[in-house]
Nanobody
Framework: QVQLVESGGGLVQAGASLRLSCAAS????????MGWFRQAPGKERDFVAA????????YYADSVKGRFTISRDNAKNAVYLQMNSLKPEDTAVYYC???????????????????WGKGTLVTVSS
């Protein structure tokens, strides 16, 4: 079983940056695909980004492409989401996720992953 704990959320103004972190425990996730999803108030959960087990491949939702960067540190069993040029519409609870499968097509993970954190709230004011 994998436990994921997100951190780094908060209240920022539009145009600011935030870096979310996700620490995994229970087992190493170095061979797992890792990702971030978000859920805005009253809306369904949306895919944000995914990263391959070795960090060499990434995949982003169109809404965040060019502004957000996903990265990972397998030595620390962690994944990160650097969010720049934040917009009010980025306001959401952000969830870290992981999946032990290893499909090279990361778009396959845009709907669901096996393990989930409890989320961290990001609020962007205008």
């Amino acid at each position: 079983q994998v436990q994921l704990v997100e951190s780094g959320g908060g209240l920022v103004q539009a145009g600011a940056s935030l870096r979310l972190s996700c620490a995994a425990s229970g087992r190493t996730v170095s061979g797992y695909v890792m990702g971030w999803f978000r859920q805005a108030p009253g809306k369904e959960r949306d895919f944000v980004a995914a990263i391959a087990w070795n960090g060499r491949s990434t995949y982003y939702a169109d809404s965040v492409k060019g502004r957000f960067t996903i990265s990972r540190d397998n030595a620390k069993n962690a994944v990160y989401l650097q969010m720049n040029s934040l917009k009010p519409e980025d306001t959401a609870v952000y969830y870290c996720a992981s999946d032990p499968s290893a499909f090279s097509d990361l778009s396959r993970y845009s709907h669901n992953m096996q393990y989930w954190g409890k989320g961290t709230l990001v609020t962007v004011s205008s």
